[in-house]
């Protein structure tokens, strides 16, 4: 089993930047794609950002050259940063693992953390 805690959630600017984490634990998930997915109300979750077991990265075109994810394997813990941040931005964001050889569908993932609260105000 892996727990996922996500932290660095909050309120901020139009314009401004938050980095998100999400700390694993229970299993080491070097090995693991992890990805970062949002849900706005009234909207279905969708993808944001995955990272491989080899650091390359995959992007939804909405958040491409603003956000960035990246991993620490020796501290079991992967990041969002998010530059440029915008009101549509505002949404629960969500880190999840998966083994599969799968980063962007929702339901390719086997472990899902609690969610933070992004808030964008324009």
């Known amino acids: 089993q892996v727990q996922l805690v996500e932290s660095g959630g909050g309120l901020v600017q139009a314009g401004g930047s938050l980095r998100l984490s999400c700390a694993a634990s229970g299993r080491a998930v070097n090995s693991y794609y992890m990805g970062w997915f949002r849900q706005a109300p009234g909207k279905e979750r969708e993808f944001v950002a995955a990272?491989?077991?080899?650091?390359?990265?995959y992007y939804a075109d909405s958040v491409k050259g603003r956000f960035t994810i990246s991993r620490d394997n020796a501290k079991n813990t992967v990041f969002l940063q998010m530059n440029s941040l915008k009101s549509e931005d505002t949404a629960v964001y969500y880190c999840a693992a998966t083994w599969r050889d799968s980063y962007y569908h929702d339901a390719s993932y086997d472990y899902w953390g609690q969610g933070t609260q992004v808030t964008v105000s324009s």
């Open positions: 990272i491989n077991w080899s650091s390359k990265s």
